[in-house]
């Protein structure tokens, strides 16, 4: 397979010829739907938090070290136009936190949370239980943060289980969808993802930080399973412990889950690049040309029969190959088709244009001779695999 | 950037990202309407969700990534269903090598089907996957090797 018969095979492929016009009609149409219900959420929401400000005045009065005070995530999810989320929020199956964390030039308070089904009025999907969580950005220094000033995706906000590695569960293999917005200089993130309730046996923890995928620069496991930001890491960051219901675990569920990812492996060494590649550099008129090429893993390299060892390879197998023939359990056609590729084998490792290997099962791996750098490897499941481009 | 939601930046970024969207979802999903529900969904979650881009790659990796979650959630639900996908999908079974081949990238694990499509088809190098899907350069390239090997011996397979 190359390239070029793989881009002919997906431009066989035809889609709708409106499709585009469909979809951009489609999407116009529910932006107005949404600007709509935007505006008529805003009214509501301005008597709401008219409300608020009124009781913590009053609040005031009374005690000197009054809170911060935030939206709550019943606001934050009105404010996204989630009256579903917005009710779950206030109702019995909801998990206030409130607790902050202090890094770097942030304040990060985690609200609460909310597990359930079908609380998305604008993404239902009516087969999985979702968790919806909402926390709460505000810098120390009192600048206000603003949808302009404040990049939502900076930061990452992510469950993680103790036990599993951060890779394995997180907001990627998650499926979440994460919102932000901001309200009286503070930023609320919302984020969506498959419930997590399935975890509730472990220790289960909403980590904040700056960055991206989880990776050992960030995050460390310790042997008991432990999650905890890496000594090293200076990105601004918070982990919060979740109080989930452990009544509400499936260990069966996370287990598969987990194992579904195919990533639940984890090591706090961070690897020499060296170590992953094959780096081959050549010398050119303007400089140096380095190739790197990913290392096959899992297996020993597989190293080529010299003219000799083939030879005699040739001979034995000659042997075997008449004997089955004798006794009948080869047809002719199969003994004459696999002495002409011995033949054809042995005559390009002669000529050197062929590469040849004896296997451990006692078969033959031909290929064209590599390149310098570029080398092959049985893996463990016994498939060969070579590291060139 | 200008957020997405006004007809001006719908129109571009549907012209824009539809066909690379509707062939990706393709190493998921068999059906070129399965296909097309996943990119849409995709689209409604850009729309619904509002996440802000720091520029066009990242807004492009968000639609890839998001567009991959929905492909693989119509391929489980089809998959729960007993819903046998490739049936559906390519009715008359892959005789033509196009069809072989794509039958062949469908059937790879989800974590190589996509790093072999952005890599053979988009053109992108190992660093620019890693960037756009969010995994480091060595697991790209661990995924590219592994799933070419993969499909090689699919291919293999088949035709003998």
Redesign the interface.
Known sequence: MNREDYRKAFDELSFSADFQERTADLLQQRARELEKERTEMTFNKTKRIAVLIAACIALLAVSVSAAYMWLTPAQVAEEHNQPLLAEAFQGPDAIAINETVESGDFSITLLGLVSGKNLDVLNQDLEKDHTYSVLALRRLDGTALTNENHSLTQYTMTPLVAGCSPAAVNIWTLEAGCSGMAKDGVYYYLLDTRSIEMFADRTVYMAFYEGFVPNNSIFTVAEDGTIAFAEDFAGVQALFTLPLDPAKADRAAADAFVESTGMNGWTNERSDPEEEWDIERRETEDGEEITLRPKPEGGEALEFATEEELAAYAEAERANLQADLDRGTISRETYDKSIRDLEEALQGVRDGTLAAAILEDGGLFTTTVPTEGVRFEVTQDGVIASNDG | MVPF???ET??RI??AY?DML??LA?TRLGS??D??DA??EA???L????????DQE?EKA?LI?TTL?RA??IRR?AE?RNIPLEDVAEPAAPE????E??AAVRAL?E?YGAVI?LH??E?YT?KEIGKLL???A?TV??R???G??????M?REDVV
């Open positions: 939601g006004t007809d719908i129109r549907v012209a539809s509707l062939r393709c070129t309407a296909a097309e990119v849409q689209f409604l979650r729309l619904t969700a509002r996440p802000v881009f720091r990242h968000w990534r979650q693989g959630d639900r729960q033509s090598p196009g069809g081949l794509r694990p974590m499509h053979y088809y053109g190992i969010g995994l480091p060595a390239g661990t590219l090797a592994r070419r090997e993969r499909l090689r011996q291919l």
